[in-house]
């Protein structure tokens, strides 16, 4: 029992981190441009690929400075040339933006890479059981990923909270035409933002690849849960999003862990007729087998008792 | 004026389209899978497939003369969407759909074909089936405008659990499959057929998680490993099945694997990458590399046609190769003339040329099956999968006789 339940809180911390990093980009986006960029699973893929390729040529690590660079580039002339001008006309016409970028990039990605897996690997440096616990080993690429996503967290907050950089960019959301008085471009950077948000998508791209599957259909798989993660957490909220991450981490792998059902908590089920007919089934559904429906259901409560999520500053 | 020159050039195409003559001789073969969306890769594998087979009897003088003509129609792997397409495809005058992908697309089609022949008497639309393998479709539900050409899930276990008979280090067995029929389905026949050949044999969990839902699958291998067990059964496929195998890679964990898709789109990659020489076994209806040269040609013209996607599903060829052997036979391509011919039909199949027959009962395909593993290939071995260098090692066959097994199927024949 100890053992399953170490395990299940060790896989639950790595889960939830890694939502944490691919989470992350999202938030920023959103905390600081306000624009909820339904094209992040789009860029994390974009991230992916372009990871791949670079490893194919250069190496990992080149990928993993060089993929997200890329990715910033396009990110940012999306914004020039795209985003900007459809702001204007309020965050409807963004979200369908966004939402038709997802489409454009996913078929980009099959024209170039095809439908198919591609075989991206875990680089040979970090490909070694960092350690074992009850005869269960830990890739060290999993732990790299952890320290990657802490790493990325640490220093969002320091950048946002303390220096001078975050003070702009937070008050030319709240006050744009006073920090355009002030001298500062406001254009250019909600560009350089925008570009930085997607950049973490794609760093989470090229780290998440080779653990999971590096396919065109990546982005749409994963998709809603970022969503359920940011709105959990608040919208905007950058400490929410972590503390969201690794709750639905830890939630989800819990939940796969034990095998419990009404039936087993209250004995057999008190319902006759044509009552218990159709609600048997949910009456014995065990807790593992709706376990990938958690997230969604949090979701759904948290909307219903505390729309502004976790720790959100506002109900917007 | 030109946007006169324009629309005249266009006005003179359109003519000029409907003056050739309408290809109403064509045989016209409907295909309705994925074609966008998740499984698009596995779909379009199987267009590709069809494609190349038509223009090849096309190349050798069609089929009595008859050119072949294969028109794909995106089904989303949705059964509602299915319906619609399979309307259209017969709107457009297909009377031959062929279906593989998600039994509960197939049960759909099955019951709207049967449905639409017995409106129409005049109409008749087949619909063969090279992998939907639920078997109610040749069971309870089964029908006569209905051909099954793969295995159904009954099957490929009886096999399967033939071959888990004949080896002793085989103690504890945990299930783990995808939660919906075709899932249900399979531990269930694995628990009942597992229990009669090899009481001794506890099975050690029986595990159902949600139909690609899942991205993170540390979590049950975490139970896998706890419950003690030395071999797993999982008929995942595509992404549930290379994120299942990927994550008992990276924590190590050391049990054998008895699968049906492992083969499929993306399952050889996530095995390689996942390091599980001769770990994974599949069961299914052909391998490449068995030696049998007819297959070995058509895997080397297909491989140098498709580079990007060489794979070959042998269930594909089977049912075409049927399907023409029957409208040779019958000298018409309207199904109701050449389904009779269908019907008993023996057969050498794909693979290596192994006896297989189509059972009047229930219009189930009974054929060879392979038992494989996957890992490097001898030298001689010249078929690798996706590009990894491995492929597929025979250790197991079950000849079509041995396959067989009891049907509930009450069909009505017509008239």
């Not at chain 1, 395990?7 to 691919?22: E, R, V």
């Not at chain 2, 990659?269 to 049998?292: P, W």
């Not at chain 2, 140098?304 to 409208?327: E, G, Q, S």
């Not at chain 2, 590009?387 to 000849?399: L, P, Q, S």
Request: with cysteine; charged share 15%; glycine share 10%.
């Amino acid at each position: 029992m100890f053992e399953i339940l170490f395990i299940s809180t060790i896989n639950g911390i790595l889960y939830g981190m890694l939502l944490f990093l691919m989470a992350s980009g999202l938030t920023v986006i959103f905390s600081m441009m306000g624009v909820l960029n339904l094209a992040h699973a789009s860029f994390y893929m974009l991230g992916a690929f372009f990871g791949f390729e670079i490893t194919q040529h250069m190496g990992f690590w080149a990928g993993l400075v060089f993929a997200p660079l890329i990715v910033a580039g396009i990110g940012m002339v999306v914004e020039r040339y795209g985003l900007r001008h459809v702001h204007r006309h309020g965050h409807v016409a963004e979200l369908l933006f966004t939402f038709g970028l997802t489409f454009v990039i996913q078929e980009v990605v099959e024209m170039v890479w095809g439908k198919l897996p591609v075989d991206y690997r875990v680089p040979a440096s970090l490909d070694f059981s960092a350690f074992t616990v009850f005869a269960t080993t830990y890739p060290a690429f999993k732990m790299f990923a952890l320290l990657v996503s802490v790493v990325i967290f640490l220093a969002l907050l320091l950048v946002i909270r303390r220096t001078r950089i975050g003070l702009i960019v937070q008050a030319a959301l709240s006050h744009p035409d006073m920090v355009g008085m002030l001298g500062h471009n406001v254009d250019r950077i909600f560009m350089l933002v925008f570009g930085v948000g997607v950049a973490l998508a794609a760093v989470a791209g090229v780290i998440a690849g080779p653990v999971l599957v590096t396919q065109s259909n990546m982005a749409g798989l994963l998709g809603p849960i970022l969503f359920v993660v940011v709105v959990v957490g608040g919208l905007g909220s950058l400490g929410g999003a972590f503390v969201a991450s690794l709750l639905i981490g830890l939630v989800q792998t819990y939940a796969v862990a034990f095998n419990i059902s009404l039936a087993d908590v209250f004995g057999s089920s008190p319902l006759t007729g044509n009552v218990a007919f159709y609600l048997d089934d949910l009456w014995n559904v065990t807790v593992a087998q709706i376990a990938p429906i958690l997230p969604y259901l949090l979701l759904v409560l948290i909307l219903i008792f505390r729309p502004r999520g976790l720790m959100g500053t506002n109900n917007r | 004026m030109k946007k006169l020159v324009a629309s005249t050039v266009l006005a003179l195409s359109v003519i000029g389209a409907s003056a050739v003559p309408a290809a109403a001789d064509n045989i016209k073969i409907g295909y309705v899978d994925p074609l966008s969306g998740g499984a698009a890769s596995i779909g379009q594998i199987g267009l590709n497939q069809l494609n190349f087979i038509a223009d090849t009897a096309n190349k050798n003088g069609g089929i009595n003369g008859e050119q072949v003509e294969v028109i794909g129609y995106d089904n989303q792997i949705n059964p509602q969407t299915s319906l619609v397409q399979v309307q259209k495809a017969i709107d457009e005058g297909v009377r031959i759909i062929i279906q593989g992908n998600g039994s509960s697309v197939g049960s759909a089609i099955e019951g709207f074909v049967a449905k639409y022949n017995r409106r129409n008497p005049d109409a008749h639309i087949v619909y063969l089936n090279y992998g939907a393998i639920d078997p109610v479709m040749t069971n309870d539900n089964c029908s006569y405008w209905h051909f099954g050409f793969d295995a159904n899930t009954n099957v490929k276990m009886a096999a399967l659990t033939n071959f888990i008979k004949q080896r002793a280090e085989i103690k504890k067995v945990y299930l783990i499959d995808q939660d919906y029929s075709f899932g249900h389905a399979v531990a269930d026949a694995a628990v009942s057929m597992l229990k009669e050949k090899r009481p001794d044999i506890e099975i050690v969990g029986n595990e159902f998680h949600p139909l690609v839902k899942i991205t993170d699958f540390s979590p049950y291998i975490a139970k896998i490993k706890a419950s003690g067990a030395d071999t797993v059964i999982t008929s995942n496929w595509g992404q549930d099945f290379s994120l299942l195998i990927k994550a008992a890679g990276q924590s190590g964990l050391d049990v054998n694997w008895y699968t049906y898709y492992a083969g499929a789109a993306g399952g050889p990659t996530a095995i390689k990458q996942a390091d599980m020489s001769g770990r994974v076994f599949q069961i299914n209806e052909g391998i490449s590399n068995l030696g049998y040269e007819p297959a070995e040609k058509t895997a080397r013209e297909y491989g140098a046609r498709y580079k990007d996607a060489p794979v070959l599903f042998p269930r594909i060829f089977n049912t075409t190769a049927m399907l023409f052997k029957a409208i040779e036979a019958a000298g018409s391509q309207d199904p109701a003339d050449f389904i009779p011919k269908l019907e008993g039909m023996k057969y050498a199949s794909f693979s290596a040329g192994g006896d297989s027959f189509m059972r009047k009962d229930d219009h189930q395909l009974f054929q060879p099956l392979y038992i494989s593993s996957f890992g490097p290939l001898a030298n001689d071995k010249a078929f690798d999968e996706e590009h990894t260098g491995w492929g597929w090692n025979k250790v197991g066959e079950i000849a079509a006789k041995d396959t067989v097994v009891p049907t509930t199927c009450e069909m009505k024949r017509p008239g």
